[in-house]
């Protein structure tokens, strides 16, 4: 009988969303009158920018005409795209990234699940993720067999927890154990922080002087909005030594239902065989993404471009621009209510210590009781987001206004 | 420094494609008035039907609405387009299938690759082929470490091949040695031969007994002509028990730039862990489609659900009887050459024995040379494709002519 991936049976239940759910459905079962304000959500809410829809129509029509219709298109995405991309998201900062360099593809969190396919199976490489983190990073790992059994708590044996809390400032303290990976994510998700070029500096020496891999995760690079933090990890000198790079339209353009992402592998990366031979990561994943992938659609790609044009920036810069007036809001609120809080200046996302030694559990029910609003529990994200609670901006000003209004009046803390 | 996977270093160059590339052009070089008609390439040619085109326009005037907007989907695909295709794939056609047992997806290639995902790394479970066969089923257990490496000739060491030619019908005759997976592609690429029910069920019987996984790719299902034929291996008794089941939109529809496509993963399907447990391959399947995906563009599913309206299917069959149409054309004219020729009645393929003891490559350079038309050498495809060739029916109707002229007028056999 086929033997199936045992690695998958460590997984732990992924059991944030569903628990939030649950306790949702349940408060509200018992209170059927309550408005609950969702504010836990990472997903955008504002229409996609009307260059977009004016690109897809016309996409659209093109493949309606035999003439202009495209079937199969390159897999790393159009020529026309990769160039847009190499412009103005890397040479316009200074980044010396060619658009061979680049692979559209239908999304990061495919990407960076992905990018393991070309990385030496079982627990050969060791590997650091920050805490909090994305749970993507992790789980996908553990699929792979790159880790042991889950341990009580939350951690996975074999995996390298770096924890960024308010005592470091979220900057991911360089691993004391030499790691052959480890995952960045700048403007972080869930903690909101943004690393400075100090910072990434200071990982890019770490990285050159071990032979670490550096997978870095730029999703939400253009929420920045202090302009001395890089954008790119190749702004740092020696970057294109040791760094993979993932961005996404999905929080840039409102591309979440529409999927189109990109992924920047430099022909300078390297890794080893076990035969001690380097190879070129570069040809690795071009045979990968060739090969297990079929290209994003033409339609998207048409969309993907538009967002390029001065009038397609001025977009996004508007709707962009929308989401962090919410965030200055959240952050003015809970301020005022005498919370420390983290991040929303460049990023969605509003990271808040919780009060009173609460645990993020109970502020959770403690903001879904009083104030009928749910966010999202820090500890859900790993062991060092124990006493945090993540807020998200995306979401229409008049909800932010009514659950802030009874953050004010109705919670007391 | 970070390790590779080094299984990706066993893969022989992808070197059909390109090699066709490399004499195409020499031979453009040396006769540059040769107007050179391409009948190798498997993608489609004709535009999108007209119920997709309007489809997406109203989808993309969703997206720009706020009130319409759609951010994230359910990863495995709207309900509503899970139920269509459910209702009009299968339960019309007797088949079991529940709705929430077909994950949506964006693309078959992408799928059949992704499903080793879950199925044990490394040489755990025996694998079987047909030859020829569609190479990426091969490509990605070599980069899974399926196999070892790869042998003289065109095999890979540790998967079993199946020949199928002329003298079996092109049916792959069932294993010898007991293999845990075979895949199935019927109607197949690249010989155009469909598997009749007798043939599904003696491999339906044959996995039951071996408890061998059936993955089933009927990518060309709706090419079949032949009312006699199954359309999915969930006609034949028992394959719940056995089988997944692979389709696409892109040769159904001409999605292939647009990227749609669906697997079927019955409940009622399992393997074993090492220690013998049993797991439910749809929860496998379930998480790792979750993790490692974030679902297909809300436009595009919305031109899938246009397909399955009555002109909808009305326009789809438009279609397809024009590339069916070709392929009669096609067959006759090498069938009056006194050529042996195979497939192009139940698939878009056709797929001919070639004259006089050539090879796969002799014959190509012979049609290039003497009539400027490009196919696919067979042997490209496997060892067992040596001796035959492959036309696609993929073309407009003035260049079939044109090419079938020239064979007739120019191609001295």
């Given at each position: 009988?086929?033997?199936?991936?045992?690695?998958?049976?460590?997984?732990?239940?992924?059991?944030?969303?569903?628990?939030?759910?649950?306790?949702?459905?349940?408060?509200?079962?018992?209170?059927?009158?309550?408005?609950?304000?969702?504010?836990?959500?990472?997903?955008?809410?504002?229409?996609?920018?009307?260059?977009?829809?004016?690109?897809?129509?016309?996409?659209?029509?093109?493949?309606?005409?035999?003439?202009?219709?495209?079937?199969?298109?390159?897999?790393?995405?159009?020529?026309?795209?990769?160039?847009?991309?190499?412009?103005?998201?890397?040479?316009?900062?200074?980044?010396?990234?060619?658009?061979?360099?680049?692979?559209?593809?239908?999304?990061?969190?495919?990407?960076?699940?992905?990018?393991?396919?070309?990385?030496?199976?079982g627990r050969v490489n060791v590997i650091a993720v920050t805490d909090p983190v994305y749970p993507v990073y992790v789980d996908t790992n553990v699929m792979?067999?790159?880790?042991?059994?889950?341990?009580?708590?939350?951690?996975?044996?074999?995996?390298?927890?770096?924890?960024?809390?308010?005592?470091?400032?979220?900057?991911?303290?360089?691993?004391?154990?030499?790691?052959?990976?480890?995952?960045?994510?700048?403007?972080?998700?869930?903690?909101?922080?943004?690393?400075?070029?100090?910072?990434?500096?200071?990982?890019?020496?770490?990285?050159?002087?071990?032979?670490?891999?550096?997978?870095?995760?730029?999703?939400?690079?253009?929420?920045?909005?202090?302009?001395?933090?890089?954008?790119?990890?190749?702004?740092?000198?020696?970057?294109?030594?040791?760094?993979?790079?993932?961005?996404?339209?999905?929080?840039?353009?409102?591309?979440?239902?529409?999927?189109?992402?990109?992924?920047?592998?430099?022909?300078?990366?390297?890794?080893?065989?076990?035969?001690?031979?380097?190879?070129?990561?570069?040809?690795?994943?071009?045979?990968?993404?060739?090969?297990?992938?079929?290209?994003?659609?033409?339609?998207?790609?048409?969309?993907?471009?538009?967002?390029?044009?001065?009038?397609?920036?001025?977009?996004?810069?508007?709707?962009?621009?929308?989401?962090?007036?919410?965030?200055?809001?959240?952050?003015?609120?809970?301020?005022?209510?005498?919370?420390?809080?983290?991040?929303?200046?460049?990023?969605?996302?509003?990271?808040?210590?919780?009060?009173?030694?609460?645990?993020?559990?109970?502020?959770?029910?403690?903001?879904?009781?009083?104030?009928?609003?749910?966010?999202?529990?820090?500890?859900?994200?790993?062991?060092?987001?124990?006493?945090?609670?993540?807020?998200?901006?995306?979401?229409?000003?008049?909800?932010?206004?009514?659950?802030?209004?009874?953050?004010?009046?109705?919670?007391?803390?």
């Amino acid at each position: 009988m086929v033997q199936i991936n045992a690695n998958y049976l460590k997984l732990k239940a992924g059991d944030l969303v569903p628990e939030i759910g649950r306790r949702v459905a349940a408060y509200q079962a018992g209170h059927p009158d309550a408005k609950i304000i969702r504010m836990g959500i990472g997903d955008v809410t504002e229409p996609l920018p009307a260059v977009c829809v004016a690109a897809m129509h016309a996409a659209v029509d093109d493949m309606g005409r035999r003439e202009d219709f495209r079937g199969y298109g390159p897999e790393q995405g159009y020529a026309w795209l990769r160039e847009k991309i190499a412009a103005r998201d890397f040479a316009a900062r200074g980044c010396a990234i060619e658009a061979d360099e680049i692979f559209v593809s239908d999304g990061s969190k495919c990407d960076t699940a992905n990018i393991l396919d070309i990385l030496a199976p079982g627990r050969v490489n060791v590997i650091a993720v920050t805490d909090p983190v994305y749970p993507v990073y992790v789980d996908t790992n553990v699929m792979a067999g790159h880790t042991g059994e889950a341990r009580e708590g939350a951690e996975y044996e074999g995996l390298v927890y770096l924890p960024t809390t308010a005592e470091n400032g979220f900057a991911p303290p360089l691993s004391e154990r030499r790691v052959d990976i480890v995952y960045l994510c700048s403007p972080n998700n869930p903690t909101g922080a943004a690393l400075g070029r100090v910072d990434l500096e200071r990982w890019v020496d770490y990285a050159r002087r071990h032979e670490t891999l550096i997978l870095f995760d730029a999703a939400y690079e253009a929420y920045i909005t202090d302009p001395s933090l890089p954008h790119s990890i190749y702004e740092i000198d020696g970057a294109r030594e040791v760094a993979i790079e993932f961005r996404s339209f999905s929080k840039t353009a409102g591309f979440t239902g529409v999927r189109c992402a990109l992924t920047v592998i430099p022909k300078t990366l390297t890794g080893t065989a076990e035969n001690g031979e380097r190879v070129d990561l570069h040809r690795l994943w071009m045979r990968r993404h060739t090969t297990k992938f079929n290209g994003v659609s033409y339609i998207t790609q048409r969309a993907a471009e538009a967002v390029y044009s001065d009038e397609g920036r001025r977009q996004v810069r508007e709707t962009i621009d929308f989401y962090m007036g919410n965030a200055k809001i959240i952050r003015k609120s809970l301020v005022a209510l005498g919370l420390s809080v983290y991040g929303g200046v460049n990023a969605p996302y509003v990271w808040v210590k919780t009060p009173g030694g609460l645990t993020s559990w109970e502020f959770f029910d403690k903001l879904l009781g009083e104030a009928h609003v749910v966010g999202t529990p820090g500890s859900g994200f790993g062991q060092a987001g124990e006493g945090y609670f993540r807020l998200s901006s995306f979401n229409s000003r008049e909800n932010v206004l009514e659950a802030m209004a009874r953050l004010k009046e109705k919670v007391r803390l």
